[in-house]
């Protein structure tokens, strides 16, 4: 019933920016934790950055270390909608970028503990 879908993505030289943007619909309550993940092939997925709201008031957000002081990850509730803006994009950047909704508050980094999830969209940065 919950379905989600990435758009945003793109090829991009090193140094450029990208943001990405994941709708959710279905039944789905707006302030719940979402994150985004990314997968390059022949690698794991990882965490990138999430989302969430603790004790149902305050908003906070994670990010993966490789990726703090470029990426900014936002959200629009009453759209059901999270962001990532991507700045000084580098070749190991370049991944499938997933999103992923309805995860843990207290586990954002762990994609198992996300119920849904995208399809993806593919970002690329060029050396």
């Known amino acids: 019933q919950v379905q989600l879908v990435e758009s945003g993505g793109g090829l991009v030289q090193a140094g450029g920016s990208l943001r990405l943007s994941c709708a959710a619909s279905?039944?789905?309550?707006?302030?719940?934790?979402m994150g985004w993940f990314r997968q390059a092939p022949g690698k794991e997925r990882e965490f990138v950055a999430a989302?969430?709201?603790?004790?149902?008031?305050?908003?906070?957000?994670d990010y993966a270390d490789s990726v703090k002081g470029r990426f900014t990850i936002s959200r629009d509730d009453a759209k059901k909608t999270v962001y990532l803006q991507m700045n000084s994009l580098k070749p190991e950047d370049t991944a499938v970028y997933y999103c992923?909704?309805?995860?843990?508050?207290?586990?954002?980094?762990?994609?198992?503990?996300?119920?849904?999830w995208g399809q993806g969209t593919q970002v690329t940065v060029s050396s």
């Open positions: 992923a909704a309805d995860g843990s508050p207290k586990a954002l980094a762990l994609a198992s503990r996300y119920e849904y």
């Open positions: 279905g039944r789905i309550f707006s302030r719940i934790a």
């Open positions: 989302t969430s709201w603790s004790g149902g008031s305050t908003y906070y957000a």
